[in-house]
């Protein structure tokens, strides 16, 4: 096992920058998770690491050794794709085994090592199996296997999981997760899925065009966004957004929803073009209370555990889901609270974070 760090790591494909400037600490053991939308530089951020990609200027170390200018069959990583080809000719076994074999490892280890990874991944009884005998999920796992058998001291893995239909990817994700739990292997996984994201790392890292917007903890990440970007990327449904701006002690949207403002925050946003958050899920229904709001149903969507309700209120969207039964119907009124210490803030000129303003 091995932690790895990442110094300032920058790449560019001739005059093209795509990587500005990225360090990261993974501590050793830890499962992180490198998300963010496509093209913005997660594999090859994931390649550098591996030694598939040059790196520009800054270091890569893996357990204390920067291996800029190491091989990448020296690193001591493996990694798994998202495009896994077996060898279709080799059994099960075979395809698990050939890096070691053609590293000349002697037959006995090399059957001794793919028994324990078969055994760990629950393909023992498939080892004499040719791929095309296998489900979509076994061959996955014998991806998995191939990696398993070297022993690395770190898991490199580039959305795994995103040729395997909706089922398997959610029984995959956590097989992954009891790996490392078994293992306890460094390990950087590359998704641009949201949920598999909050669901499986230790800490999320969320990249943004060649940069990390924030690093952290899933919840924390969740309930403490820095940055419009962050706080619209967690979440599905995801964030309500409304452009407004402080008046007085309220601050108002376009569409004419206000808010009261603690006078920390009236302070930090006088002055400033802004965008106010709210989660659909913290949005509430609301009796005769002073401060509800009365908002029109739009669409109604059932999802037996809870209720997703498209809400027009004061002229603005607003997406809402509640956990209690609702029987409305479109053109329906009903009658919403959005509590003050749930709202988020956020500079729209430069889209980051004002201010703390939500409590758990
Ligand atoms: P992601 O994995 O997050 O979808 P990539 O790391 O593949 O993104 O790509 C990051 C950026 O680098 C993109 O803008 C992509 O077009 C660019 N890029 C990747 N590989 C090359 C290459 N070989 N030559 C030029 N540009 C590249
Ligand atoms: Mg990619």
């Not at 293992?183 to 996984?189: A, D, E, R, V």
Request: proline share 5%; glycine share 8%; with cysteine.
């Amino acid at each position: 096992m091995a932690n790895v760090t990442i110094d300032h790591v920058t790449k560019s494909y001739g005059a093209l920058q795509v990587m500005h400037g990225v360090s990261l600490d993974i501590r050793d053991g830890e499962f992180v998770i490198l998300v963010g939308p496509s093209g913005c530089g997660k594999s090859t951020l994931l390649r550098m690491i591996a030694g598939l990609e040059p790196i520009s200027t800054g270091a890569v170390s893996i357990g204390g050794r920067v291996v800029n200018d190491v091989r990448p069959k020296d690193r001591n990583i493996a990694m798994v794709f998202q495009s896994y080809a077996l060898y279709p000719h080799k059994t099960v076994a075979q395809n698990m085994g050939f890096a070691l074999k053609l590293a000349g490892r002697p037959q006995s280890e090399i059957d001794a090592r793919v028994r324990s990874a078969a055994e760990i991944l629950d393909l023992l009884p498939y080892l004499d199996r040719f791929p095309k005998q296998l489900s979509g999920g076994q061959r996955q796992r014998v991806a998995m296997g191939r990696a398993i058998v070297r022993s690395p001291q770190v898991f490199l893995f580039d959305e795994p999981l995103s040729n395997l239909d909706a089922k398997l990817r959610v029984q995959m994700r956590t097989e992954i997760k009891a790996l490392h739990q078994r293992l306890k292997t460094t390990t950087i996984y590359v998704t641009h899925d949201q949920v598999e994201a909050m669901t499986m790392a230790d800490r999320i890292v969320i990249m943004n065009a060649g940069r990390l917007e924030q690093v952290g903890p899933p919840l924390e990440l969740y309930d403490d966004p820095q940055s419009l970007f962050v706080a619209g990327f967690l979440g599905s449904p995801s964030m309500n957004f409304f452009k407004g701006r402080v008046e007085g002690e309220l601050v108002k949207t376009r569409g004419g929803l206000q808010f009261a403002l603690t006078p920390d925050l009236v302070q930090a946003a006088a002055g400033k073009s802004l965008i106010v958050g709210i989660r659909p899920e913290h949005v509430e229904l609301a009796a005769d209370v002073a401060d509800a709001w009365e908002a029109t149903v739009v669409v109604d969507e059932p999802t037996g555990a809870e209720t997703q309700v498209a809400l027009k209120l004061s002229g603005e969207d607003l997406l809402a889901t509640f956990r209690e039964r609702l029987t409305v119907k479109a053109g329906d009124t009903i009658k919403i609270r959005l509590p003050a210490n749930r709202l988020y803030l956020f500079d729209e000129t430069s889209g980051r974070r004002i201010a703390k303003e939500q409590s758990n």
